[in-house]
């Protein structure tokens, strides 16, 4: 699903800010370094290799797979996201894919703006690895998860680093909603000292280097992601699991620090529409709108692909879903309001 252009600018822009007011305890701010928006159509292949496996570890089901930007894809770019989706026609298929030998960072903040799956066994992960991987190995070269997510466990996630006999690992509990209904950001802020989780503004973990000299801290990192399935981190996949499932992204970002820049003020207060409700009921969708007024409603699937599109004026909207086939869809409802975003399970 993707958002409207004004309103994901919005959305980028409000969280850029927020993170510099809430990291600038000193002089300076964080200056973008390099990125990927996923807003071409098709994977930039100067950044990322498709990284297939036919013997995934940790005990996992799928098999991950080559090529991407195919309609049989496990992995494509489409409406400003990055799309890793995991189906089982008779096997479990996914994908992964990293940044080895073409994108390797050291220090900054790594982060990635995400919408995740949430089904049981599903293994959502944006980790990086140390750049002698090839030489020494695995834990030999570190590994720096920035986010993990459990299928089963819709607002969780967590952030952690392991390393011959050192493991740190942290977790974090949404508030209200989960991860998969809107968009978060996961972060990792990575210094000569320390590294520092985020899930949107809350540090909810830090490791200190002074924790273990031997830590590969000042080596360089590339990133990786993936979409696992079963193994020993969220269980197997099961008859309540919702095939197909995907992980979205809408981009990728490095910043590094800048001591010349000046610290951002806070942004001016502005109005906020009035909410719209949204009620769900087995599978049907009902939304009651602040007032009678213009809104749009489609339903696509895990894939992007739009599959029901309708405009009207109410102030009760309800979303058909009876014609629909058994799967997991995303439901967005536009209007002055602004969206509502809703993800509904079919099944017959």
Known sequence: MNLPTSLRTALRTTALLVTVILTNTMAGGWKLFWSDEFDSTALNESNWTVDPSNNPDNGEQEHYTSGHDQASSN???????????ARNNGGITSGRLNTENKRNFVYGRMEARMRLPITQGMWPAFWMLGSNFS???????????IMEGRGRLPNWTSGSYHFPGFDVFNQYTLPSGNVHDSFHIYAAEWSTDSIRWFCDSVNFGTLRKASDPNLPFDNNFWFIFNLAVGGNFDGASDNTTVFPESLIVDYVRVYHWDPSLTAAAPPAPRAVAPAAAATLRGTRLSVELPDEQAYSVEVATVNGKAVLCRKGFARFVTVPTEQLAPGAYFVNVRGAFGVVAQRIVVRR
Request: contains cysteine; aromatic residues 10%.
């Open 75 to 85: 992995i494509f770019v489409k409406n400003g996201c990055l799309i890793i989706v």
């Open 135 to 145: 030489s020494v190995g695995w834990p030999g070269c570190g590994e720096l998860d």
